[in-house]
């Protein structure tokens, strides 16, 4: 397992991969990796020859007022995560190697990035399509792997690969979470223990939402109401969305008839947690 830190190292790499007629899988990351992320690498590398793996906290998708500068670092961690999950490669790069001095072109999108994160979140959706649209261009992968916990990014990436005919394969893998249902996070480590024991209302929400899919109930609003009232009800929780939106486009809806999602974006105290459940089967 290898890391590299510049752009001509990972083309010249990948290069002499496909060369040999080896298929290469992507895992794109912004570092501090857990358990969710080894799951992504695993099932890379168990359908790909070859696996790389990003390191890189894109400042593009953060923020004035986020935590871009708190965001947790240990790229030695991530090299042992990555080479016990079988991964062949991290690329590590600085700011600097992505973005050069005038960088000024930048992939944008409507509709999809409007909603859930998107409206608290205005800048994100910009820096993530713009980087991992770079990331893509450098690594040239057969498939790429992203986590089903962050259900608006896996389906704004599926569309700009759509969109702009990038031959690539995007694959979604499940959430991994803890033994007491909180979902796997790298901001997980911002919690003292009395938000780790709040924060578990966001999973207990999800699986009530679900449960009650799953029982039959399809009026959206009734679904986010209980979910809310849930949430509400722990005190050092504060709610930025509790929605039910179309799977494909993103947009609430009032009655679930088709393929949906229902996705919650929660502070515990002052770090901002999400979580969702697919609603595939109407």
């Known amino acids: 397992m290898k890391l590299v830190k510049t752009i001509a190292e990972v ?3 990948t290069a002499e991969w496909r060369k040999q007629g080896l298929t290469v899988g992507f895992v794109p990351t912004m570092g501090y990796l857990h358990e969710g ?5 695993e099932a890379s590398s168990a359908n790909n020859d070859k696996t790389v793996v990003s390191v890189f906290l894109n400042p593009m998708q953060f ?6 500068a708190s965001y947790p670092r240990d790229i030695e961690r991530d090299q042992k995560v990555v080479e016990a999950a079988g991964g062949d490669l991290i690329f590590n790069p600085e700011p600097s190697e992505m973005y050069h001095e005038g960088f000024s072109s930048f992939v944008d999108m409507t509709v999809l990035t409007e909603e859930l994160c998107g409206l608290s979140r205005p800048v994100h959706f910009r820096g993530v399509c713009t980087v991992v649209a770079k990331l893509f261009n450098i690594v040239k992968p057969d ?6 916990k962050d259900a608006q990014q896996l389906a704004v990436i599926r569309h700009m690969v759509d969109d702009l005919n990038m ?5 979604g893998c499940p959430i991994i979470r803890e033994e007491n249902g909180l979902a796997k996070s790298s901001r997980n480590t911002y919690l003292s223990a009395s938000e780790q024991e709040a ?3 966001l999973s207990r929400s999800i699986f009530m939402g679900e449960k009650m899919v799953n029982e039959g109930e399809r009026d959206a609003e009734k679904i986010i109401a209980e979910m809310t009232q849930m949430i509400s009800a722990e005190p050092l929780a504060k709610i930025d969305y509790v929605k039910i939106v179309d799977l494909g486009t993103m947009q609430q809806i009032q ?3 088709k393929p949906a999602l229902c996705a919650i974006a929660v502070y515990i105290g ?5 979580d969702n459940f697919f609603i595939e089967n109407v």
């Open 199 to 201: 924060a578990l209302v």
């Open 63 to 68: 923020g004035a007022n986020e935590d871009l």
């Open 270 to 274: 002052k770090t901002r947690l999400i």
């Open 143 to 148: 498939r790429a792997y992203f986590g089903k």
């Open 167 to 171: 031959d690539i394969e995007i694959i």
């Open 255 to 257: 009655r679930i008839e």
């Open 11 to 13: 083309r010249e790499i």
């Open 37 to 41: 992320h080894a799951s992504l690498i």
